[in-house]
């Protein structure tokens, strides 16, 4: 079994990500996320916000609707522009993106083991929908295809409620669709995903200063978050690589089991896309400085990032095997920030679970605590190890006596024995930085 086989089965298995609608066979490109799923998945993106919107007085907060007027997305040029080049095979009918097909590749419809594919066309990865009571043209419209869309249509709206001039930033966190061609790699390339996007508003001047900031700023988050330095790389966009928006594009690459693969860009955008909305709505995005008196349409600097993607790539880089007193086990190394839980309660015997349950309770007004009472103790690390715990708690008979208990830390296994009126500030040190 290789890593990523490993890996999808824990997810399965210990309730991190489930194949969406699994008792009928599933449906290909689209995921279920368990209860320790939508915990880690909400851990990212509190530290993404955290770090992007919170820390910052540039930067505000927004939340759109996934369906846009459907002129959205001629504006913005996904209509005409967002297609990926599709091959079929005749033999075995299925489709392929034509750059990640080759023609040598085993079909299983052949006798020669080949396929025989079409010439390419594009295929558009827009999601289409329709409102109202009937479908026809006028009820068209299209699942968003990015979440940024939203932002540049509200950018006036937000910069005035806000009290907001350049240079500052919209932030969201939301759902988009693409109708992938082959999904795969599990979350890596999925028809439902969520992204987290900063879009920055400033001067042409400053513009590529504020993209080298952000630069900085996104790697450094990824370390932050516990990815290896040495898994992420930098890759700059050449001229056939960049979207018809990107004046300058980078993307963050981590080295999945499957290759090196991006999983967060940094574009500059130019005025491309204020601009497109302004010529197709007819309304004005253009700002004029109060103090200067200058009238200029804003220039974008996006940063954009796959919660599905990063959920994986922290995944993959946290999941590992050691020994342990010569016994072998699994890990999640997960930073503590980003656990789905943050630490286990195990009394020692289930004589014990009810003031082991009142330790679980008190702790559970500031993290997601487990209170794990099945099997051996032994058995109960393991468990708890596998799904990145941080730090198991022990009440033993002991700890009736001398109101203590002893907390054993993941990665190392060393245990320390702490009072339990100290208990919620000793993890708290350890918990709560990102």
């Known amino acids: 079994m290789d890593a990523m086989e490993r890996l999808t089965a824990l997810c399965a298995n210990r309730g991190f990500v489930y194949p969406s609608s699994e008792i009928y066979g599933g449906i290909n490109g689209f995921w279920d996320y368990g209860p320790l799923g939508v915990e880690m998945r909400n851990n990212v993106k509190a530290a993404w916000w955290q770090r992007m919107v919170r820390e910052r007085d540039d930067v505000v907060g927004l939340d759109t609707s996934i369906i846009a007027n459907p002129e959205t997305w001629v504006a913005s040029g996904h209509v005409d522009s967002f297609h990926d080049p599709m091959v079929d095979c005749r033999l075995c009918k299925k489709r392929f993106r034509a750059d990640q097909i080759d023609t040598a590749d085993r079909c299983t419809a052949a006798k020669d083991h080949q396929h025989d594919l079409t ?7 827009m999601m289409r929908t329709s409102i109202g009571a009937t479908e026809d043209s006028s009820s068209l419209a299209y699942l968003r295809g990015e ?21 500052f930033g919209i932030a969201q966190i939301g759902k988009a669709f693409r109708n992938e061609i082959n999904p795969r790699n599990f979350i890596f390339r999925s028809r439902e995903f969520e992204q987290m996007e900063l879009e920055f508003f400033c001067l042409e001047s400053e513009a590529m200063d504020w993209y080298e900031h952000f630069r900085e700023v996104r790697f450094q988050w990824q370390v932050d978050m516990g990815l290896d330095r040495e898994k992420l790389r930098w890759h700059e966009h050449g001229p056939e690589e960049r979207a018809h928006y990107a004046r300058v594009a980078h993307d963050i690459e981590f080295e999945f089991p499957f290759g090196w693969n991006e999983f967060e860009g ?16 007819g309304k004005d995005m ?12 804003p220039h974008v600097v996006e940063t954009s ?35 789905p839980i943050k630490s286990a309660v195990l009394p020692l015997s289930k004589k014990l679970a009810e003031p082991a349950g009142r330790i679980a309770r008190d702790l559970s007004r500031r993290f997601n605590v487990d209170l794990d009472t099945a ?13 990145g715990t941080p730090y198991c708690i022990t009440y033993d008979f002991e700890s009736e006596e001398d109101q203590k208990v002893t907390v054993r830390d993941r990665d190392t296994t060393a245990q320390e024995r702490i009072s ?7 993890l708290s040190e350890r918990l709560l930085g990102y």
């Open 119 to 125: 010439e390419p066309r594009q295929f558009n990865l």
């Open 147 to 167: 979440t940024c869309q939203s932002i540049f249509l509200d950018f006036r709206r937000v910069m005035q409620s806000a009290r907001k001039r350049p240079p």
């Open 266 to 281: 940094i574009h500059y955008r130019g005025d491309h896309d204020l601009s497109a909305h302004t010529a197709h709505s």
């Open 286 to 297: 253009a700002y004029t400085d109060p103090d200067t008196k200058e009238r200029f349409v």
């Open 305 to 339: 990032v796959g919660v599905d993607r990063t959920m994986l790539a922290l995944l993959c880089n946290a999941l590992v095997e050691d020994e342990i007193a010569g016994e072998k086990r699994t890990v999640m190394r997960l930073a503590p920030a980003i656990a």
């Open 375 to 387: 099997g051996s103790i032994g058995r109960r690390y393991r468990r708890q190890d596998e799904i």
């Open 420 to 426: 339990t009126d100290q208990l919620a500030g000793y």
